[in-house]
């Protein structure tokens, strides 16, 4: 039965994931009933019909929209996370700098978070955009949340000024990863031993053990020879790994996962993001919609007591 349950979850995940990549649309315009909430970038200097980069002549973005919509009856809590290059980076909100803003939405409502991103260099940077809702809800062992209901992205690529390289992209050092041959997973998700299949009764929601630190497998798809990652993971408010991954072959991907938490024996949720492709220009809607999604975790708990 739980496994059951957690297949049938699965197929939400695999369909919540594929409109969590679409970076033309806000995803609440697509599928607003299924997923309860969205978020979107609203500007006018996009010069893709993937409404994906931007271009930007002055060293800061001010958006002329983002929005945070909640389609829930009732109000909701939700924290936004700002990266530049895939570093936590901070915004000005309110006339004061964060890496992070939480907000409080009415339900059946959509609000504009009036941001700006000081201090860009002149070439390309990447903005990804977290929308984390009900930051403080803790999961336990048997509980299963998918990324769908808790966790949506939006990236966008900003060109600034004349220069079209980015400095960032060319000092990357990458960590190969062990790729095994098989259908790619469409979805991410973190068990204790290495697997090539989705097993619902492996995956983890929850880290209660110590023991569980020494043996964290994170499993993501291929689908391009070749294809790069940057993978970042967030205990609740603050980065606590940043690398960049790649594989030389298609398949499902394991890579082993050392978290240095802090103060686990208080509960706090884990935040997985795997950006695929970064600082690669798509020139197909594959490129686009598969190379450069950005992948988010199931709802994962830590309370080692």
């Known amino acids: 039965m739980r496994l059951a349950k957690y297949v049938l979850l699965l197929?939400?995940?695999?369909?919540?994931?594929?409109?969590?990549?679409?970076?033309?649309?806000?995803v609440s315009q697509e599928t607003p009933h299924m997923l309860g909430f969205g978020i979107s970038l609203?500007?006018?200097?996009?010069?893709?019909?993937?409404?994906?980069?931007?271009?930007?002549?002055?060293?800061?973005?001010?958006?002329?929209?983002?929005?945070v919509e909640n389609f829930h009856p009732d109000k909701q809590p939700y924290r936004l996370h700002f990266f530049l290059n895939y570093e936590p980076y901070p915004v000005i909100y309110n006339g004061e700098k964060h890496t992070y803003i939480d907000v409080e939405v009415p339900g059946n409502?959509?609000?504009?978070?009036?941001?700006?991103?000081?201090?860009?260099?002149?070439?390309?940077?990447?903005?990804l955009i977290v929308l984390?809702?009900?930051?403080?809800?803790?999961?336990?062992s048997d509980e299963f949340?998918?990324?769908?209901?808790?966790?949506?992205?939006?990236?966008?690529?900003?060109?600034?000024?004349?220069?079209?390289?980015?400095?960032?992209?060319?000092?990357?050092?990458?960590e190969m990863v062990q790729v095994e041959e098989a259908e790619p997973l469409h979805m991410i998700f973190l068990?204790?031993?290495?697997?090539?299949?989705?097993?619902?009764?492996k995956l983890i929601t929850a880290i209660?053990?110590?023991?569980?630190?020494?043996?964290?497998w994170l499993h993501f798809p291929v689908y391009q020879p070749g294809q790069t990652f940057a993978l970042m993971v967030l205990q609740d408010t603050e980065?606590?790994?940043?690398?960049?991954?790649?594989?030389?072959?298609?398949?499902?991907?394991?890579?082993?996962?050392?978290?240095?938490?802090?103060?686990?024996?208080?509960?706090?949720?884990?935040?997985?993001?795997?950006?695929?492709?970064?600082?690669?220009?798509?020139g197909t809607n594959e490129e686009m919609y598969e190379g450069r999604m950005v992948y988010v975790n199931n709802r994962i708990t830590v309370h080692i007591e």
Request: proline residues 8%; aromatic residues 6%; glycine residues 6%.
């Open 11 to 26: 197929a939400v995940v695999i369909v919540i994931q594929g409109c969590q990549s679409t970076a033309h649309q806000s």
């Open 42 to 67: 609203g500007d006018e200097r996009y010069i893709d019909d993937w409404r994906f980069t931007l271009e930007i002549m002055e060293d800061r973005f001010k958006p002329d929209a983002l929005l």
């Open 109 to 127: 409502t959509t609000v504009d978070v009036p941001i700006e991103v000081p201090g860009l260099s002149e070439g390309v940077h990447e903005l």
């Open 132 to 140: 984390n809702r009900k930051p403080d809800r803790y999961v336990e």
């Open 145 to 174: 949340i998918p990324p769908g209901e808790t966790t949506l992205t939006r990236l966008a690529r900003l060109h600034v000024g004349q220069k079209t390289e980015t400095d960032v992209s060319s000092h990357i050092s990458y």
């Open 191 to 201: 068990s204790e031993e290495p697997l090539t299949a989705f097993d619902g009764e």
């Open 208 to 216: 209660t053990e110590p023991e569980q630190l020494d043996n964290l």
């Open 239 to 282: 980065m606590i790994t940043q690398t960049y991954l790649k594989a030389e072959n298609t398949g499902v991907a394991h890579y082993p996962l050392d978290l240095e938490l802090t103060q686990p024996e208080n509960p706090s949720n884990l935040i997985i993001l795997l950006a695929g492709n970064p600082f690669q220009v798509p």
